[in-house]
């Protein structure tokens, strides 16, 4: 985390380490409120007890938040001052607390974090205005050039026509995002120029895009928080306004638009959107980013023969197998052969693997239709498979049926470590095993999880975590939890009861 702001020296950073019920600098995990810590320590004679909320925002970015500046560094000498000063949402969503953000190194493992897809893709000219300075600071004339090739988690900037010795080419590398309503939207990135000068490692900006011109104005702030010289996405430390480049034209039989993909695929997904014959797909294994035209259906089939172009003007025609698992979930597949040239035998069933699905789930749940029933309604609980000291429970009722949630603790203290809360948004059956995709609601948005699961009868089931992509190969009889169903919260027929 920044430690402390240094305009001669630049940046300092401070390392911190979260165990497992540990902040060390904050305190050891005392009780926990939702996403409020009440954290202590216990002196000899007094204890040291504050709240914090704390918010994950990607995997690699942590906010923490406190009621005010003083709080987080301040403690108090019992519970329940520390409660009541615990930050609320709407002193959240009011931004009147303290903030500090905390930047993920290494896992619990000691790996380096994962990369993350940066929302801004494509390639762009570049306007550039740098902080005030006893001369302009600057990048006229639109010389500059922004793109994401090869890799969409990192942005390229080649900066040209400057009023000061420029940088050659710099990058940034995203770490996570945040919302920010109306229109603008948090990205909070490393930064490559930190190496030369001693600018900040880790930066913040705001950005807005016109959704018709795709016009995209950038600020970004001064130092490693959101607020310092920080206003909004024209307001800033420094500031960029990105005009994109003029795409290539596509070949004739591509442009000439003799196919669209259905109806039902069109919208918003996880990685994907579909609009008429053209979807766009983020790849988050390769980081790359396809446009994906439709140029062929093959009749009384779920496949579909493309032309695909990535970010970095790779092209060929390849085939795409859809399918609709339901209202808001599709599962798609591209044929593992390719071409230069449009070949309706790159739709054979040899060119898919039976198990290699991608799963998505829709972004927004369309006015009027159901998100998706969860499998299971009443109350299970098991012991975990490689930790039998712990406990899990698993429930959801037909008050929420699209609700299901899922808790840890030690099965001898009822000690709560992990609660989770998930949205179904629907389920299929696939050679005897029920697949359920949901989105995570308790942790940062567009966080999706997949479950396989066997229901042996009314009272016991199988379930086992299946990945992002709902695995084929995991097998929740032999490698899952068992769950046995220890009620009904109520009646579902009892319709009248008050939530």
Not at 303 to 318: A, G
Not at 325 to 343: M, P, V, Y
Not at 402 to 420: A, P
């Amino acid at each position: 985390m920044q430690s402390s702001v240094n305009v001669g020296s630049g940046i300092q950073y401070s390392t911190l380490n979260i165990t497992e019920n540990s902040i060390p600098i904050w305190g050891n995990c005392h009780r926990r409120i939702e996403n409020n810590f009440i954290l202590m320590f216990n002196y000899s004679e007094t204890s040291c007890i504050r709240c914090l909320h704390l918010k994950l925002r990607s995997s690699s970015v942590l906010q923490v938040f406190a009621s005010s500046q003083e709080t987080i560094s301040k403690c108090f000498t019992n519970e329940e001052s520390a409660e009541a000063n615990c930050p609320s949402e709407e002193s959240l969503s009011a931004r009147e607390t303290a903030e500090i953000l905390l930047f993920k190194t290494r896992d619990n493992l000691g790996k380096y974090t994962s990369r993350q897809y940066c929302p801004i893709d494509g390639k762009y000219y570049l306007n550039y205005k740098g902080p005030p300075m006893k001369h302009p600071n600057e990048c006229v004339g639109f010389n500059s050039t922004v793109d994401s090739c090869p890799s969409g988690s990192t942005l390229n900037f080649r900066l040209r026509s400057c009023t000061f010795e420029s940088y050659g080419k710099y990058e940034i590398r995203l770490s996570g995002r945040l919302e920010r309503p109306p229109g603008e939207t948090f990205l909070i990135f490393t930064d490559s120029r930190h190496i030369n000068d001693q600018k900040p490692k880790y930066r913040c900006a705001l950005y807005r895009q016109d959704q018709v011109s795709g016009k995209l104005e950038m600020a970004v702030s001064r130092d490693s928080t959101c607020t310092t010289d920080l206003h909004n996405a024209t307001s800033g430390y420094e500031t960029f306004v990105l005009v994109p480049k003029a795409e290539d034209p596509w070949p004739v039989d591509v442009s000439f638009g003799i196919c669209s993909f259905p109806k039902w695929l069109h919208g918003d997904w996880e990685h994907v959107r579909v609009e008429g014959d053209t979807m766009i797909y983020k790849d988050h294994s390769s980081f790359k980013t396809y446009t994906i035209k439709c140029v062929g259906v093959l009749e009384d089939s779920d496949k579909y023969l493309v032309f695909s172009r990535t970010q970095c003007n790779e092209e060929y025609y390849n085939c795409i197998k859809i399918s609709n698992r339901s209202k808001n979930i599709l599962e798609f597949q591209l044929g593992t052969n390719n071409s230069n040239d449009k070949d309706v035998s790159l739709c054979e069933d040899e060119n898919f693997e039976r198990d290699h699905w991608i799963t998505q789930g829709r972004q927004e749940i369309n006015p009027g239709t159901s998100s998706g029933m969860c499998p299971i309604t009443g109350e299970y609980t098991g012991r975990i498979p490689d930790a039998t000291d712990l406990c899990a429970k698993l429930w959801s009722d037909c008050r929420a049926p699209e609700l299901m949630y899922y808790q840890v603790s030690h099965c001898e203290s009822q000690e709560v470590y992990e609660e989770r809360e998930y949205q179904c948004l629907g389920h299929w059956r696939e050679a005897n095993f029920l697949y359920t995709y949901t989105q995570r609601r308790d942790v940062a948005a567009g966080t999706y999880e997949c479950f396989v699961g066997s229901i042996i009868t009314d009272n016991e089931i199988f379930i086992k975590e299946a990945g992002e992509h709902c695995q084929r190969n995991v097998d929740p009889l032999r490698y899952g939890m068992k769950l046995i169903k220890q009620q009904q919260l109520y009646s579902c027929a009892d319709r009248s009861r008050p939530v």
